[in-house]
């Protein structure tokens, strides 16, 4: 299966979603904020990375989504966010035609359950597949 990289200030998330993921056969690395993914990433670049919006700072995951884009540009990026609790559901991700400023594979509101995770990663890694 794949190397996932998941980014999440919150353990306790990081704990379910590792745990899904290695049950199903996928290989997990951790971080729990975004300079831990720029450190896991020099070690071994993941071939999906779930990424949390608000971290350290409210805008911290977008800030790394943009920048592994331009690092990374085939890596898919997962956002993941419970950003509909503070703003308006007026707002809703289009992936084509947001990918200019939000350079995603997908952006899944919290909670996730661990089938909508699954089949992202499943989706991210197809996607990825057709690319190269």
Request: no cysteine; net charge negative.
């Amino acid at each position: 299966m794949a190397h996932v990289l998941l980014v999440d200030d919150d353990a306790d998330i990081i704990e379910i979603y590792r745990t899904v993921l290695e049950q199903s056969g996928h290989k997990v690395a951790a971080a729990y904020s975004a300079q831990q993914a720029w450190d896991a990433m020099e070690k071994a670049v993941p071939e999906v990375l779930v990424l949390d919006v608000m971290m350290e700072e409210f805008d911290a995951g977008f800030r790394l989504a943009h920048d592994v884009a331009i690092r990374y540009p085939n890596l898919p990026i997962l956002l993941l966010t419970a950003v509909h609790d503070y703003m308006s559901d007026a707002w809703q991700f289009d992936k084509d035609k947001d990918k200019g400023w939000l350079p995603v594979h997908r952006f899944l509101e919290k909670p996730v359950s661990p089938e909508q995770l699954l089949a992202a990663i499943k989706d991210a890694l197809a996607g990825a597949a057709s690319k190269s």
